[in-house]
């Protein structure tokens, strides 16, 4: 393979993996808004701050893959 054709693949995985995380994010999100909807209790609080702690992983890996997206389409600019 060129280099090229390496470079057009790692685009095209990135923005399926994007389009992966974000749809990931939405449903963590919503299953975290429907906890809070359930009764008191000790693991109502539990799972809320997992789905805020996972929320914000995914968000930060998102915000990476944005950043190398970013990277790899400028750069191709460039040339």
């Known amino acids: 393979m060129e ?6 693949n790692r685009i095209t995985n990135l923005i399926n993996l994007r389009q992966t995380m974000i749809q990931a994010l939405i449903i963590l999100i919503g299953g975290t808004i429907g906890v809070c909807f359930t009764s008191n209790s000790a693991s109502k609080y539990v799972l809320i701050i997992l789905g805020i702690l996972c929320g914000l992983g995914i968000m930060q890996k998102l915000h990476n ?3 190398e997206l970013k990277g790899y389409l400028y750069e ?3 040339r």
């Not at 280099?3 to 057009?8: A, D, P, S, T």
């Open 3 to 8: 280099e090229k054709e390496i470079i057009q």
């Open 65 to 67: 893959y944005h950043i």
């Open 76 to 78: 191709k600019q460039r």
